[in-house]
């Protein structure tokens, strides 16, 4: 038991109370966990619309481009619809496939699909930063820095996805990872403002 003792000058009293001391351990710091992912917000992006292209490219004049056209209006259960029966091997139906279910926020399908995308055609650089946002979605991070890192070596200049990769590092608590991608990214993309920002904020942490 501790006293604590507060004296009142003008009467000269003691007032007097018991207090009791719990000893115990500090909770420990939580784990980083995973950003929360809208997918409106990569949707938003203009690797959206890169995705959308290179698979109405591999389109071409088949049963695809219905499917790709939905997809681009974000109708997704009318891209569903227009995917069903088509050849699930092709890169352009995974690639759409992917996109469609990312949209419907079925991140494990998404995942699925783009993996199949990414293996199909290794340069397929909206399908790997898009498998990135399934995995973190999902919560796994490494996953989504590893897909990501497969964007950046398909397309030196995606700077989504090297700002993708900062988050990532940041959240996990490994500053150093980020800078070293920051100044990668700035390497390929000197004048990007992105970049030159998420050097900033490291620097005046």
């Given at each position: 038991m501790f006293r604590c003792h507060l004296a009142k000058s003008l009467k000269e009293a003691e007032l007097q109370?018991?207090?009791t001391i719990v000893l115990g351990t500090r909770p420990p710091a939580p784990a980083p966990s995973a950003q929360a992912v809208d997918p409106q917000d990569v949707?938003?992006?203009d690797v959206f619309r890169q995705a959308i292209a290179r698979a109405r490219a591999q389109a071409g004049s088949g049963l695809l481009v219905g499917a790709v056209a939905a997809a681009r209006?974000?109708?997704?259960s009318e891209a569903d619809r227009a995917?069903?029966?088509?050849?699930?091997n092709q890169p352009g139906v995974l690639l759409t496939t992917g996109v469609t279910r990312y949209g419907q926020r079925d991140?494990?399908?998404a995942a699925v699909a783009l993996r199949g995308a990414l293996a199909a055609d290794p340069a397929d650089a909206p399908a790997a930063f898009f498998l990135g946002w399934a995995h973190r979605a999902r919560g796994d991070e490494r996953?989504?820095?590893g897909a990501w890192r497969a964007a950046v070596v398909a397309d030196p200049r995606l700077v989504p996805a090297y700002l993708a990769m900062y988050d990532a590092y940041v959240s996990l608590g490994k500053r150093d990872l980020a800078r070293q991608v920051v100044e990668a990214g700035l390497?390929?993309?000197p004048d990007s403002t992105e970049l030159h920002d998420?050097?900033?904020r490291l620097d005046r942490r």
């Amino acid at each position: 038991m501790f006293r604590c003792h507060l004296a009142k000058s003008l009467k000269e009293a003691e007032l007097q109370r018991d207090v009791t001391i719990v000893l115990g351990t500090r909770p420990p710091a939580p784990a980083p966990s995973a950003q929360a992912v809208d997918p409106q917000d990569v949707l938003d992006g203009d690797v959206f619309r890169q995705a959308i292209a290179r698979a109405r490219a591999q389109a071409g004049s088949g049963l695809l481009v219905g499917a790709v056209a939905a997809a681009r209006r974000r109708a997704w259960s009318e891209a569903d619809r227009a995917l069903s029966g088509l050849d699930e091997n092709q890169p352009g139906v995974l690639l759409t496939t992917g996109v469609t279910r990312y949209g419907q926020r079925d991140y494990e399908r998404a995942a699925v699909a783009l993996r199949g995308a990414l293996a199909a055609d290794p340069a397929d650089a909206p399908a790997a930063f898009f498998l990135g946002w399934a995995h973190r979605a999902r919560g796994d991070e490494r996953g989504a820095i590893g897909a990501w890192r497969a964007a950046v070596v398909a397309d030196p200049r995606l700077v989504p996805a090297y700002l993708a990769m900062y988050d990532a590092y940041v959240s996990l608590g490994k500053r150093d990872l980020a800078r070293q991608v920051v100044e990668a990214g700035l390497r390929e993309l000197p004048d990007s403002t992105e970049l030159h920002d998420r050097i900033a904020r490291l620097d005046r942490r």
